[in-house]
Every structure is written in C-alpha cells, then in structure tokens.
C-alpha cells in the first residue's frame, strides 16, 4: 500500500470518526484501515488519533495533518491526469446533498446528460430531509437553503429563492381566498419548527418602509421537514410559506394556489458548502459549478 494510499484512508477514518465506518465507505477490510493508519503515524512520527471503543477523535498532530492531507490529495491527483489524454475529463466519486424536492425536479432530471459528457464521474447523491454533517459524513458538498449555521464549513452563495404562500384548492373553498392581513385572522397556518417545542415563526411579510414583520397565527399542525410542510399543506391542512422552486409543480398543475402574492415573504439564501480546504478536486469544483447552472434560473440575483 502507497503512501498516498495511507492518506487516503486516514483521511476518511477522520472525517467518519471511526474505523468501521471508513471501511465500509471504502470497501476494505476494517483490518486493513487499521494498518494503514498505524503505519501512517509510524512513519510521521506522530499519533494522528485517540482511539476509544466508540468513535476515534483527532489529536492536536492530527487536525494539523488532517487539513494538509486534504490539500495534498487533491493536488495529487490533479498532478495525475495533467497528461493524459483526455485532461478535462472528470473522474472520481462526489458526493453531494440537497433537499429530496430540489433533487427530484431540478437536479435528477438534467444530471443524465451531465454524466454522459463525464463517463468517469460517479454522483453519490443525499436527498433527504435530514441536515447532514457536511464533514463527519464525508460529503464534497451540500446545497443549503436557509443560514448556514457552520463556521467550519465554506458557502458559496449560488442566489435567493423567492419565497411564496400558497394552500390546497380545498382549503381555500373551505377557509376562503385571503386578501389582506387581516383576512389571515380566520385562517390557519402549518408551522414549521427546526426542533419540536421551539416557538414557531408566524406568517411573514413586507413592511412599507423595508424590512419584513411576523404575524402570529393560529394553526393545529407543526412540522419539523420541508416535505411534511408542503405535504400538510397538499392536505388542506392549512397556509404555508415556501421557497417557490419546491413547489412549483404543484402550483403549475392546480394542487396549490398563491395567496397574497403582492405581500411575500424574504426571499431565503442558497448556498454551496464545502468543508474548509486550500485545494478542491477538480471534479468538484465543477459538478459545483454545474449545479450552480442548473439553480440559476429559479433563484434573484444576491443584492450588489
């Protein structure tokens, strides 16, 4: 085994905290992980992990080594392909996060022919609900909607993506059309709450001089997923306030409608993130730019 090998390794035993993990995500034997990083520090001099029954965690040598083994791989296999015969063709694996909405009817549909033009690129793709630990789980990189809430992680702001309020068909004929604030007193919102028993923000809107308000409302129906919230609503459960790229298939084939479109909601940020790192792959770097041309058409240019 290389020693660009033994970082390699290393590498994904620190960012999964544990040695079964990194075998598992590297299709070794947990065996051969553990010799790879004792002959690693054997030949560094250092001890780069504590090792518990649990989990590993980094030793002071170990973050240091850590952010340049980073830096090193991906210079390394940039220095790789510079002769070969096809150097803008991208190879290795990525993986990248974002809502299951956002992958469903933006991503997955246009990532086939992205693929096509890059026959050696490998998508390992997280669509979910959950905000996953960018590094501890490996991942290049994650669409985020929202604040980015990480100081360890880089954010490359990609835009902002209007906000709109909509309900069901159904609960409209039953609620009626609201047309002003203060039609929203006989209404009912779905919730949204980050973590459950946190007070959930009300109904937002402009305020004439700038800035936007909170109106509280009342609403039988807390979420805790942005896939329930558009759900909830589907089901004529009550008013939400959604970022218009994750329902407007809804909106387009009559399953929701806008409300108070002359009164939204702030606009939310959307952003790239990538862990901390002088050097990025290539590889990712473009598949970040791609996904950057692929949001742009839904997402407001950020304010100058």
Same mark, same amino acid.
């Given at each position: 085994?290389? =020693?660009?090998? #033994?970082?390699?390794?290393?590498?994904?035993?620190?960012?999964?905290?544990?040695?079964?993990?990194?075998?598992?995500?590297?299709? *070794?034997?947990?065996?051969?992980?553990?010799?790879? @990083?004792?002959?690693?520090?054997?030949?560094?001099?250092? #001890?780069?992990?504590?090792?518990?029954? !649990?989990?590993?965690?980094?030793?002071?040598?170990?973050?240091?080594?850590?952010?340049?083994?980073?830096?090193?791989?991906?210079? $390394?296999?940039?220095? #790789?392909?510079?002769?070969?015969?096809?150097?803008?063709? *991208?190879?290795?694996?990525?993986?990248?996060?974002?809502?299951?909405?956002?992958?469903?009817?933006?991503?997955?549909?246009? *990532?086939?022919?992205?693929?096509?033009?890059?026959?050696?690129? /490998?998508?390992?793709?997280?669509?979910?609900?959950?905000?996953?630990?960018?590094?501890? /789980?490996?991942?290049?990189? @994650?669409?985020?909607?929202?604040? @980015?809430?990480?100081?360890?992680?880089?954010?490359?702001? *990609?835009?902002?993506?209007?906000? @709109?309020?909509?309900?069901?068909?159904?609960?409209?004929?039953?609620?009626? &059309? +609201? !047309?002003?604030?203060?039609?929203?007193?006989?209404?009912?919102?779905?919730?949204?709450?980050?973590?459950?028993?946190?007070?959930?923000?009300?109904?937002?809107?402009?305020?004439?001089?700038?800035?936007?308000?909170?109106?509280?409302?009342?609403?039988?129906?807390?979420?805790?997923?942005?896939?329930?919230?558009?759900?909830?609503?589907?089901?004529?459960?009550?008013?939400? =306030?959604?970022?218009?790229?994750? &329902?407007?298939?809804?909106?387009?084939?009559?399953?929701?409608?806008?409300?108070?479109?002359?009164?939204? $909601?702030? +606009?939310?940020? &959307?952003?790239?993130?990538?862990? #901390?790192?002088?050097?990025?792959?290539?590889?990712?770097? /473009?598949?970040?730019?791609?996904?950057? =041309?692929?949001?742009?058409?839904?997402?407001?240019?950020?304010?100058?």
């Amino acid at each position: 085994m290389d =020693q660009l090998e #033994q970082y390699r390794i290393f590498l994904r035993v620190a960012e999964l905290g544990g040695f079964t993990r990194a075998a598992n995500a590297l299709g *070794l034997p947990k065996s051969s992980v553990s010799t790879a @990083v004792r002959r690693l520090e054997a030949s560094l001099g250092a #001890q780069l992990l504590h090792r518990t029954t !649990r989990r590993v965690q980094l030793t002071r040598e170990g973050a240091l080594f850590l952010e340049r083994c980073r830096d090193l791989l991906g210079e $390394a296999e940039e220095l #790789q392909a510079l002769f070969r015969e096809e150097p803008r063709l *991208l190879r290795g694996r990525v993986r990248v996060g974002m809502s299951g909405s956002m992958a469903a009817r933006l991503v997955l549909p246009r *990532l086939g022919a992205f693929l096509q033009a890059h026959p050696g690129l /490998e998508i390992e793709l997280g669509a979910g609900e959950r905000r996953v630990d960018v590094v501890r /789980e490996g991942y290049d990189c @994650v669409v985020r909607t929202g604040g @980015v809430g990480d100081d360890s992680l880089v954010a490359r702001p *990609l835009g902002l993506a209007p906000v @709109v309020s909509c309900a069901s068909v159904d609960y409209l004929r039953r609620h009626g &059309v +609201p !047309r002003s604030l203060a039609d929203l007193a006989g209404h009912r919102l779905v919730h949204f709450a980050g973590r459950f028993g946190q007070r959930p923000a009300g109904w937002e809107y402009p305020l004439p001089g700038g800035g936007y308000a909170s109106l509280e409302m009342a609403g039988a129906v807390t979420v805790d997923g942005g896939q329930a919230y558009v759900g909830a609503a589907l089901a004529g459960l009550g008013l939400i =306030q959604v970022p218009r790229l994750g &329902v407007q298939a809804a909106l387009e084939d009559g399953r929701l409608v806008e409300v108070l479109a002359d009164l939204p $909601a702030e +606009p939310m940020p &959307v952003a790239l993130l990538y862990p #901390q790192q002088r050097h990025l792959p290539r590889r990712v770097r /473009e598949v970040m730019d791609w996904l950057a =041309q692929v949001l742009a058409p839904y997402l407001l240019p950020l304010p100058r």
